[in-house]
Protein backbone atom coordinates (compact mmCIF):
# COMPACT_ATOMS: atom_id res chain seq x y z
CA UNK A 1 0.00 0.00 0.00
CA UNK A 2 1.44 3.50 -0.99
CA UNK A 3 2.68 5.55 2.10
CA UNK A 4 0.33 8.15 3.33
CA UNK A 5 1.01 11.70 2.02
CA UNK A 6 0.54 14.90 3.85
CA UNK A 7 -3.04 15.92 3.61
CA UNK A 8 -4.05 12.11 2.26
CA UNK A 9 -7.04 10.43 3.53
CA UNK A 10 -4.97 7.64 4.90
CA UNK A 11 -2.74 10.51 6.81
CA UNK A 12 -6.17 11.98 8.02
CA UNK A 13 -7.50 8.73 8.76
CA UNK A 14 -4.43 7.79 11.07
CA UNK A 15 -4.26 10.96 13.13
CA UNK A 16 -7.71 10.05 14.36
CA UNK A 17 -6.06 7.57 16.51
CA UNK A 18 -4.12 10.15 18.63
CA UNK A 19 -4.20 13.72 19.67
CA UNK A 20 -1.31 14.53 17.75
CA UNK A 21 -0.32 18.04 15.58
CA UNK A 22 -2.87 17.55 12.88
CA UNK A 23 -5.69 16.44 15.00
CA UNK A 24 -4.88 19.64 17.36
CA UNK A 25 -4.93 21.64 14.12
CA UNK A 26 -8.52 20.55 13.04
CA UNK A 27 -9.94 21.08 16.58
CA UNK A 28 -11.29 24.30 15.51
CA UNK A 29 -13.74 22.72 12.76
CA UNK A 30 -14.43 19.59 15.11
CA UNK A 31 -16.22 22.28 17.65
CA UNK A 32 -18.25 23.97 14.84
CA UNK A 33 -19.15 20.65 13.66
CA UNK A 34 -20.34 19.63 17.41
CA UNK A 35 -22.33 22.85 17.56
CA UNK A 36 -24.13 21.62 14.28
CA UNK A 37 -24.65 18.46 15.41
CA UNK A 38 -25.90 19.68 19.42
CA UNK A 39 -28.31 22.42 17.76
CA UNK A 40 -29.96 20.09 14.97
CA UNK A 41 -30.21 17.27 18.51
CA UNK A 42 -31.91 20.08 20.31
CA UNK A 43 -34.41 21.10 17.44
CA UNK A 44 -35.59 17.81 17.67
CA UNK A 45 -35.87 17.48 21.61
CA UNK A 46 -37.53 21.11 21.57
CA UNK A 47 -39.97 19.74 19.19
CA UNK A 48 -38.96 22.46 16.15
CA UNK A 49 -38.26 19.59 13.88
CA UNK A 50 -40.49 16.10 13.95
CA UNK A 51 -39.82 13.19 13.63
CA UNK A 52 -41.95 11.05 11.60
CA UNK A 53 -42.97 7.49 12.98
CA UNK A 54 -44.16 4.92 10.30
CA UNK A 55 -47.25 2.06 11.16
CA UNK A 56 -44.32 -0.90 12.43
CA UNK A 57 -41.72 -0.49 14.83
CA UNK A 58 -38.29 0.48 13.20
CA UNK A 59 -34.24 -0.76 14.23
CA UNK A 60 -31.81 1.83 13.54
CA UNK A 61 -28.36 -0.18 13.11
CA UNK A 62 -25.61 2.32 12.92
CA UNK A 63 -21.73 3.39 13.98
CA UNK A 64 -20.58 6.79 15.85
CA UNK A 65 -17.57 6.97 13.92
CA UNK A 66 -16.94 7.68 10.36
CA UNK A 67 -15.91 4.19 8.30
CA UNK A 68 -16.94 0.59 8.41
CA UNK A 69 -17.45 -0.68 11.93
CA UNK A 70 -19.58 -3.68 10.96
CA UNK A 71 -22.73 -2.50 10.40
CA UNK A 72 -23.85 -5.09 7.26
CA UNK A 73 -22.91 -8.13 8.49
CA UNK A 74 -24.78 -6.37 11.77
CA UNK A 75 -27.80 -6.07 9.85
CA UNK A 76 -27.91 -9.43 8.16
CA UNK A 77 -27.41 -11.10 11.74
CA UNK A 78 -30.71 -9.11 13.06
CA UNK A 79 -32.37 -9.85 10.07
CA UNK A 80 -31.82 -13.39 10.77
CA UNK A 81 -32.61 -13.41 14.86
CA UNK A 82 -36.12 -11.30 13.79
CA UNK A 83 -37.13 -13.66 11.35
CA UNK A 84 -36.21 -16.61 13.91
CA UNK A 85 -38.88 -15.34 16.54
CA UNK A 86 -41.29 -14.63 13.62
CA UNK A 87 -41.11 -11.17 12.07
CA UNK A 88 -41.12 -10.34 8.79
CA UNK A 89 -38.73 -7.88 8.43
CA UNK A 90 -37.82 -5.49 5.53
CA UNK A 91 -34.43 -3.15 4.77
CA UNK A 92 -34.12 0.64 4.29
CA UNK A 93 -30.80 2.02 3.29
CA UNK A 94 -29.61 5.50 2.12
CA UNK A 95 -27.13 3.09 -0.25
CA UNK A 96 -24.04 4.75 -0.27
CA UNK A 97 -22.57 5.95 -4.01
CA UNK A 98 -25.60 5.56 -5.85
CA UNK A 99 -25.59 7.47 -8.69
CA UNK A 100 -29.20 9.34 -7.64
CA UNK A 101 -29.58 8.86 -3.96
CA UNK A 102 -32.74 11.32 -4.01
CA UNK A 103 -34.44 8.68 -5.89
CA UNK A 104 -36.45 5.86 -4.25
CA UNK A 105 -35.60 2.48 -5.52
CA UNK A 106 -37.04 -0.80 -4.90
CA UNK A 107 -33.93 -3.02 -4.76
CA UNK A 108 -33.92 -6.15 -7.20
CA UNK A 109 -31.16 -9.13 -7.98
CA UNK A 110 -31.31 -7.54 -11.22
CA UNK A 111 -30.58 -4.10 -9.78
CA UNK A 112 -27.72 -2.12 -11.16
CA UNK A 113 -25.38 -1.43 -8.40
CA UNK A 114 -25.04 2.21 -9.10
CA UNK A 115 -28.40 2.35 -8.19
CA UNK A 116 -28.87 0.11 -5.60
CA UNK A 117 -25.61 0.20 -3.53
CA UNK A 118 -23.45 -2.71 -2.83
CA UNK A 119 -24.67 -2.91 0.59
CA UNK A 120 -28.12 -3.40 0.30
CA UNK A 121 -27.86 -4.91 -3.12
CA UNK A 122 -25.75 -7.83 -1.04
CA UNK A 123 -28.36 -7.63 1.91
CA UNK A 124 -31.19 -8.04 -0.88
CA UNK A 125 -29.15 -11.02 -2.33
CA UNK A 126 -28.19 -12.76 0.76
CA UNK A 127 -31.72 -12.67 3.17
CA UNK A 128 -34.58 -12.08 0.11
CA UNK A 129 -36.44 -9.67 1.91
CA UNK A 130 -37.54 -6.16 0.44
CA UNK A 131 -34.96 -3.49 0.41
CA UNK A 132 -35.54 0.07 -0.55
CA UNK A 133 -33.24 2.96 -0.94
CA UNK A 134 -33.24 6.66 -0.29
CA UNK A 135 -31.65 9.54 0.86
CA UNK A 136 -34.84 10.31 2.98
CA UNK A 137 -35.28 6.71 5.14
CA UNK A 138 -38.89 8.30 5.66
CA UNK A 139 -39.74 7.94 2.31
CA UNK A 140 -37.87 4.71 1.93
CA UNK A 141 -40.07 3.14 4.72
CA UNK A 142 -43.34 4.66 3.49
CA UNK A 143 -42.15 2.79 -0.04
CA UNK A 144 -41.70 -0.39 1.37
CA UNK A 145 -44.65 -0.51 3.63
CA UNK A 146 -46.73 0.90 0.69
CA UNK A 147 -45.18 -1.82 -1.78
CA UNK A 148 -45.08 -4.63 0.75
CA UNK A 149 -47.39 -4.26 3.49
CA UNK A 150 -46.49 -7.84 5.32
CA UNK A 151 -43.70 -6.32 6.49
CA UNK A 152 -44.19 -5.79 10.50
CA UNK A 153 -40.61 -4.94 11.23
CA UNK A 154 -38.19 -1.96 9.54
CA UNK A 155 -34.51 -2.62 9.84
CA UNK A 156 -32.71 0.93 8.75
CA UNK A 157 -29.06 0.21 7.71
CA UNK A 158 -26.69 3.28 8.76
CA UNK A 159 -29.42 5.54 9.86
CA UNK A 160 -28.56 6.61 13.50
CA UNK A 161 -27.75 10.10 12.53
CA UNK A 162 -31.29 10.34 10.46
CA UNK A 163 -33.22 11.79 13.28
CA UNK A 164 -36.16 12.59 11.04
CA UNK A 165 -37.11 8.61 11.46
CA UNK A 166 -38.55 8.05 14.51
CA UNK A 167 -37.15 4.45 15.91
CA UNK A 168 -38.29 1.84 18.91
CA UNK A 169 -34.52 0.70 19.24
CA UNK A 170 -30.90 1.52 18.11
CA UNK A 171 -27.77 -0.18 17.49
CA UNK A 172 -24.70 0.82 18.12
CA UNK A 173 -21.85 -0.53 16.10
CA UNK A 174 -18.31 -0.71 17.69
CA UNK A 175 -15.04 -2.50 15.81
CA UNK A 176 -11.92 -2.60 17.89
CA UNK A 177 -10.87 0.81 17.33
CA UNK A 178 -13.61 1.76 19.67
CA UNK A 179 -13.70 5.79 19.57
CA UNK A 180 -10.39 6.59 18.18
CA UNK A 181 -8.71 9.67 19.83
CA UNK A 182 -12.39 10.89 20.88
CA UNK A 183 -12.91 13.99 19.05
CA UNK A 184 -15.75 14.72 16.40
CA UNK A 185 -14.75 15.09 12.68
CA UNK A 186 -12.67 16.27 11.41
CA UNK A 187 -10.06 16.03 14.05
CA UNK A 188 -11.21 12.54 15.13
CA UNK A 189 -13.64 10.38 13.73
CA UNK A 190 -16.63 10.39 15.98
CA UNK A 191 -20.01 11.56 14.18
CA UNK A 192 -21.28 12.43 17.18
CA UNK A 193 -20.11 12.51 21.07
CA UNK A 194 -19.17 9.46 22.09
CA UNK A 195 -22.25 9.11 25.24
CA UNK A 196 -20.70 8.63 28.96
CA UNK A 197 -23.72 6.08 29.32
CA UNK A 198 -25.51 3.79 27.06
CA UNK A 199 -28.73 5.93 25.78
CA UNK A 200 -32.34 4.47 26.42
CA UNK A 201 -33.54 2.17 24.08
CA UNK A 202 -30.09 1.14 22.82
CA UNK A 203 -28.18 -1.74 22.53
CA UNK A 204 -24.32 -1.81 22.01
CA UNK A 205 -22.42 -4.08 20.01
CA UNK A 206 -18.73 -4.56 19.94
CA UNK A 207 -17.62 -5.99 16.17
CA UNK A 208 -14.48 -6.85 17.94
CA UNK A 209 -12.25 -9.33 20.06
CA UNK A 210 -13.28 -7.62 23.77
CA UNK A 211 -15.36 -4.26 24.14
CA UNK A 212 -13.30 -1.15 23.09
CA UNK A 213 -15.08 0.94 24.46
CA UNK A 214 -16.64 2.20 27.76
CA UNK A 215 -20.03 1.73 27.23
CA UNK A 216 -21.35 -1.89 28.76
CA UNK A 217 -22.45 -4.40 25.48
CA UNK A 218 -22.09 -7.83 23.31
CA UNK A 219 -19.52 -9.17 21.76
CA UNK A 220 -20.38 -10.21 17.85
CA UNK A 221 -19.02 -13.84 16.81
CA UNK A 222 -17.24 -13.48 13.23
CA UNK A 223 -15.41 -15.97 11.43
CA UNK A 224 -15.04 -16.80 7.78
CA UNK A 225 -17.82 -19.18 6.42
CA UNK A 226 -15.89 -21.37 3.96
CA UNK A 227 -15.36 -20.02 -0.05
CA UNK A 228 -17.37 -20.58 -2.93
CA UNK A 229 -16.70 -20.36 -6.22
CA UNK A 230 -18.30 -16.31 -7.68
CA UNK A 231 -20.13 -18.19 -10.47
CA UNK A 232 -22.12 -20.58 -7.71
CA UNK A 233 -22.23 -17.80 -5.04
CA UNK A 234 -24.34 -15.67 -7.70
CA UNK A 235 -26.29 -19.02 -8.39
CA UNK A 236 -26.83 -19.32 -4.53
CA UNK A 237 -25.10 -21.82 -3.40
CA UNK A 238 -23.11 -22.10 0.36
CA UNK A 239 -19.34 -21.66 1.22
CA UNK A 240 -17.44 -24.32 2.53
CA UNK A 241 -14.38 -24.79 4.73
CA UNK A 242 -13.37 -26.99 2.41
CA UNK A 243 -13.32 -25.01 -0.86
CA UNK A 244 -11.63 -22.41 1.43
CA UNK A 245 -8.81 -25.02 2.81
CA UNK A 246 -8.11 -26.32 -0.85
CA UNK A 247 -7.07 -22.80 -1.59
CA UNK A 248 -4.40 -23.21 1.01
CA UNK A 249 -0.52 -23.08 -1.02
CA UNK A 250 -1.83 -21.64 -4.26
CA UNK A 251 -0.68 -18.60 -5.23
CA UNK A 252 -3.57 -16.21 -3.95
CA UNK A 253 -4.57 -12.86 -4.54
CA UNK A 254 -7.07 -11.60 -1.81
CA UNK A 255 -9.00 -7.92 -2.67
CA UNK A 256 -10.89 -6.07 -0.62
CA UNK A 257 -12.78 -2.59 -1.66
CA UNK A 258 -14.12 -2.04 2.07
CA UNK A 259 -12.91 1.06 4.79
CA UNK A 260 -11.03 -1.71 6.38
CA UNK A 261 -9.63 -4.40 5.12
CA UNK A 262 -7.09 -5.75 6.89
CA UNK A 263 -9.85 -7.04 8.90
CA UNK A 264 -10.40 -9.52 6.19
CA UNK A 265 -6.86 -10.16 5.20
CA UNK A 266 -6.25 -11.07 8.56
CA UNK A 267 -9.25 -13.87 8.78
CA UNK A 268 -7.72 -15.29 5.60
CA UNK A 269 -4.38 -15.72 7.05
CA UNK A 270 -5.78 -17.29 10.41
CA UNK A 271 -7.28 -19.79 7.82
CA UNK A 272 -3.93 -20.89 6.83
CA UNK A 273 -4.20 -19.17 3.24
CA UNK A 274 -0.88 -17.40 2.09
CA UNK A 275 -2.07 -14.35 0.25
CA UNK A 276 -1.17 -11.80 -1.50
CA UNK A 277 -2.98 -8.47 -0.30
CA UNK A 278 -4.47 -5.90 -2.36
CA UNK A 279 -6.53 -3.14 -0.73
CA UNK A 280 -9.12 -1.14 -2.59
CA UNK A 281 -10.86 1.80 -1.73
CA UNK A 282 -14.11 1.58 0.10
CA UNK A 283 -16.90 0.72 -2.25
CA UNK A 284 -14.50 0.02 -4.91
CA UNK A 285 -16.50 -0.06 -8.57
CA UNK A 286 -14.75 -2.82 -10.41
CA UNK A 287 -14.84 -1.39 -13.64
CA UNK A 288 -11.61 -2.42 -14.65
CA UNK A 289 -10.56 -5.35 -12.72
CA UNK A 290 -7.61 -5.12 -10.19
CA UNK A 291 -5.47 -7.31 -10.24
CA UNK A 292 -2.95 -8.58 -12.98
CA UNK A 293 -4.33 -10.47 -16.34
CA UNK A 294 -2.63 -13.53 -15.68
CA UNK A 295 -3.84 -13.90 -11.86
CA UNK A 296 -4.72 -17.82 -11.29
CA UNK A 297 -6.86 -17.29 -8.19
CA UNK A 298 -8.55 -14.45 -6.25
CA UNK A 299 -10.55 -14.55 -3.30
CA UNK A 300 -13.25 -11.49 -2.66
CA UNK A 301 -15.40 -10.44 0.08
CA UNK A 302 -19.84 -10.83 -0.86
CA UNK A 303 -19.68 -7.15 -0.96
CA UNK A 304 -17.07 -6.90 -4.02
CA UNK A 305 -18.99 -9.71 -5.17
CA UNK A 306 -22.52 -7.93 -5.79
CA UNK A 307 -20.36 -5.87 -8.27
CA UNK A 308 -18.67 -8.42 -10.24
CA UNK A 309 -20.85 -11.11 -12.72
CA UNK A 310 -18.54 -14.32 -13.55
CA UNK A 311 -18.29 -13.62 -17.35
CA UNK A 312 -16.00 -10.73 -16.74
CA UNK A 313 -13.23 -12.52 -15.34
CA UNK A 314 -10.98 -13.90 -17.87
CA UNK A 315 -8.84 -16.58 -16.97
CA UNK A 316 -9.16 -15.89 -12.91
CA UNK A 317 -10.71 -18.45 -10.90
CA UNK A 318 -12.49 -15.66 -7.95
CA UNK A 319 -13.80 -16.86 -4.80
CA UNK A 320 -16.43 -15.72 -2.54
CA UNK A 321 -15.46 -15.72 1.33
CA UNK A 322 -18.51 -14.93 3.12
CA UNK A 323 -18.53 -13.80 6.61
CA UNK A 324 -20.16 -15.82 9.66
CA UNK A 325 -21.48 -13.31 12.15
CA UNK A 326 -23.60 -14.10 14.87
CA UNK A 327 -25.39 -13.09 17.82
CA UNK A 328 -25.36 -14.40 21.31
CA UNK A 329 -28.58 -15.38 22.43
CA UNK A 330 -28.64 -12.70 25.03
CA UNK A 331 -28.31 -10.08 22.49
CA UNK A 332 -31.37 -11.89 20.40
CA UNK A 333 -33.37 -11.41 23.66
CA UNK A 334 -32.70 -7.85 24.44
CA UNK A 335 -33.23 -6.94 21.13
CA UNK A 336 -37.07 -8.03 20.87
CA UNK A 337 -37.47 -7.09 24.42
CA UNK A 338 -37.01 -3.30 23.33
CA UNK A 339 -39.82 -4.23 20.25
CA UNK A 340 -43.87 -4.00 20.77
CA UNK A 341 -45.66 -7.72 21.20
CA UNK A 342 -46.71 -8.94 17.90
CA UNK A 343 -50.13 -9.45 19.67
CA UNK A 344 -50.22 -5.31 21.15
CA UNK A 345 -50.40 -3.47 18.05
CA UNK A 346 -53.76 -1.44 16.64
CA UNK A 347 -55.36 -2.38 13.81
CA UNK A 348 -53.52 0.00 11.14
CA UNK A 349 -50.10 -1.80 12.59
CA UNK A 350 -48.77 1.26 15.23
CA UNK A 351 -47.91 0.01 18.39
CA UNK A 352 -49.82 0.70 21.55
CA UNK A 353 -48.85 2.34 24.71
Keep these: ???????????????WWSRGSLACALLPLAVLYGGVVALR????RLGLLRSRRVPVPVVVVGNLI??????????????????????????????????????????????????????????????????????????????????????????????????????DAQLLVFDDRGGGNGWLLPAGPLREPLPRRVPPRTLVLYNAARPSTALPGHLAHRRLAGAVSLSSWWSGAQPSTDALQQLAGRPLIAAAGMAHPAKF???????????????????????????????????????????????????????????????????????????????TRTSDGHPTA
Aim: charged share 20%; glycine share 8%.
Design 1 to 15: MPAATPGSPQRLAQA
Design 41 to 44: RSLY
Design 66 to 167: AGGAGKTPTVLAVLSALRGRGWRPGIISRGYGRSDDGLVVHVGKDTPVDQAGDEPLLMHIRTGVPVVVARDRVAAAQALLSRHPDVDVIVSDDGLQHLRLAR
Design 265 to 343: FDMLHSAGLSIEELPLPDHFDFRMLPWPADAADVIITEKDAVKLQPGRLGGARVWVAPLDFRLDTSFEQALIDLLPSHT
